[in-house]
């Protein structure tokens, strides 16, 4: 089904049409393949990349393309709906280069052409073993020696952890408390970086996820971004980010469902006739599309509020929780119009259901996100 659009300039209609020539080309015919083999599509990420779709938000001097983030994320929404594992790719590497963008010393930030500019890949380095949500509890540790700092810990649910070609490490630098947290850069060859084997997931099979060990890595100093302390927030400025690009791949992830589930469903003879003229699965399917449209509007507006410098982390909160619950439900829903067919990997209504689930955890759990929001209306 086409998506009627309001972008604000023509050279955001191009860039969408692009992206939709290239997610038709590149990843809807190759998803399931990759997927099955649990294979990261490093090439399909390089094409994305040389054609500008890799440092959509960030400025054009630094290699990025100057987008709106209303723009990115409708970009990422397209993407997400030929093959989540790709948009999900982006949007990490994108929230992988916001702390060198964003806090980055002048001189640092001569690195980011390198880094957004389509041949590298990102990561980002927050969570751990013994706690994800409480951030501000890390323990991974960072002790100056010299020109450099020693980095011990070990970093859980590593997205690209095998992959990626830099590190933003969130250490602990001070004493406890988030004041005591600061991020470094690293590049993916420094000695004492060593992932772990892959955690075998439920979805995403082709998105390589694991913890890393940090045994004495030693990271240059001038890798520190943002002064020691600064790490609690930056972390929490670019979750607020990377919640909207997680709002945008649920969006896309459950036009997809709805799209295949309504043709489907018009195919589909029951009693002599097609099963969408069924109240029981027409209604079904007209409360999905109704979710979706409302998620997609929730996820620009707060797009919108970024773009235009005001305060948007509450409504990324809202975004995030609204569009993945949206995912979710609208994932199941689709798999039952299908019935027995559903179940089946002969239709991709089965992976998606098993890829919406986690967009529920990453960028904050849904009961996090409750929590940003209940504690925004607390203070009024």
């Known amino acids: 089904m086409t998506v009627d659009r309001i972008l604000p300039t023509d050279e955001a209609h191009d860039l ?46 630094h290699g990025g393309a ?13 993407l997400a ?17 916001y702390p060198l963008a964003e ?15 389509g041949e590298l890949i990102g990561a980002y380095c927050l969570s751990e073993p013994q706690g994800g949500s409480d951030a501000a509890a890390l323990t991974t540790r960072a002790v100056r020696d010299g020109d450099a700092y020693l980095v011990t810990g070990t970093k859980a649910w590593i997205t690209h952890a095998r992959v990626a070609d ?4 969130f250490c602990r630098t001070g004493g406890p408390g988030p004041k005591g947290i600061s991020c470094l850069l690293a590049d993916r060859d420094t000695p004492g970086i060593v992932p ?26 001038d890798r520190l971004i943002g002064g020691a302390g600064a790490g609690f927030t930056i972390a929490m400025s670019a979750l607020d980010s990377g919640r909207l690009g997680i709002a945008a791949c649920a969006v896309g992830l459950a036009q997809a469902a709805l799209d295949y589930a309504v043709g489907y469903a018009r195919e589909r003879q029951q009693f002599g006739q097609p099963i969408i003229a069924f109240q029981g699965l027409g209604f079904l399917l007209a409360d999905a599309a109704t979710q979706i ?26 975004a995030k929780l609204f569009a993945t619950d949206v995912a979710m439900r609208v994932t199941t829903d689709a798999v039952q119009v299908l019935g027995g067919a559903g179940y089946v990997a002969d239709h991709p209504l089965e992976r998606y259901l098993r890829e919406a689930k986690v967009l529920q955890i ?10 940003v929001i209940s504690r925004a209306l607390a203070k009024g």
């Open 293 to 318: 449209s409302a998620a997609r509007a929730l996820t620009l507006h707060a797009a919108r509020l970024r773009d235009a410098g005001r305060p948007y982390s509450t409504e990324a909160a809202k």
């Open 103 to 117: 806090f980055g010393s002048d001189e640092q930030r001569s690195r980011l052409p390198e880094l957004i500019g």
């Open 16 to 61: 969408l049409d692009l992206a939709t020539e290239l997610a038709d080309r590149e990843l809807a015919p190759n998803a399931a393949g990759y997927e099955q083999r649990a294979e990261f599509p490093r090439e399909v990420l390089r094409t994305l990349g040389r054609a500008g779709l890799l440092g959509l938000p960030y400025p054009e001097e």
């Open 81 to 97: 709906s030929r093959w989540l594992a790709v948009a999900e790719a982006v949007s990490v590497h994108t929230l992988s280069c």
């Open 362 to 371: 990453v960028e904050g759990t849904n009961q996090i996100q409750r929590m």
């Open 196 to 221: 772990q084997a892959a955690e075998k997931t439920m979805g995403l099979h082709a998105s390589p996820v694991a913890q890393i060990a940090f045994d004495d890595a030693r990271v240059p100093a």
């Open 166 to 169: 830099f590190y933003n490490i």
């Open 66 to 78: 100057a987008q709106p983030y209303e723009v990115y994320l409708q970009v990422l929404e397209i």
